[in-house]
């Protein structure tokens, strides 16, 4: 079974970046529709970006035009690159697999089925 792994979490200030990346095994990536998910203290998991096997993405509007999602499935890789980050995005971040087929939108956790442990990203006011 597919195995998921974050990094790239830190503390940054208000508008600084990051860099999330989440590395997959067990399973042929390039075949899989991939999201990033986020949860606050106490709160449930929210849609942050997807990406589809044919590049596709979708974006939150909350991250709109902040943040990119992308995929090198040549490293088996998902990223997300988070600029001008506000203390709201501080949140732990997941990676996740969606499975099939592909929802529209793609914003529903249940529509995913395999998770990462997450990776924590602090934003300093």
């Known amino acids: 079974q597919v195995q998921l792994r974050e990094s790239g979490g830190g503390l940054v200030q208000s508008g600084g970046s990051l860099r999330l990346s989440c590395t997959a095994s067990?399973?042929?990536?390039?075949?899989?529709?991939m999201g990033w998910f986020r949860q606050f203290p106490g709160g449930e998991r929210r849609f942050v970006a997807t990406?589809?096997?044919?590049?596709?993405?979708y974006y939150a509007d909350s991250v709109k035009g902040r943040f990119t999602i992308s995929r090198d499935n040549d490293k088996s890789t998902l990223y997300l690159q988070m600029n001008d980050l506000k203390p709201d995005d501080s949140a732990r971040y997941y990676c996740?697999?969606?499975?099939?087929?592909?929802?529209?939108?793609?914003?529903?956790?249940?529509?995913?089925?395999?998770w990462g442990r997450g990776t924590q990203v602090t934003v300093s006011s």
């Open positions: 996740a697999v969606h499975g099939r087929p592909y929802a529209i939108p793609p914003v529903g956790q249940h529509h995913y089925e395999t």
């Open positions: 067990g399973r042929t990536f390039s075949r899989d529709n």
């Open positions: 990406i589809s096997t044919e590049h596709n993405t």
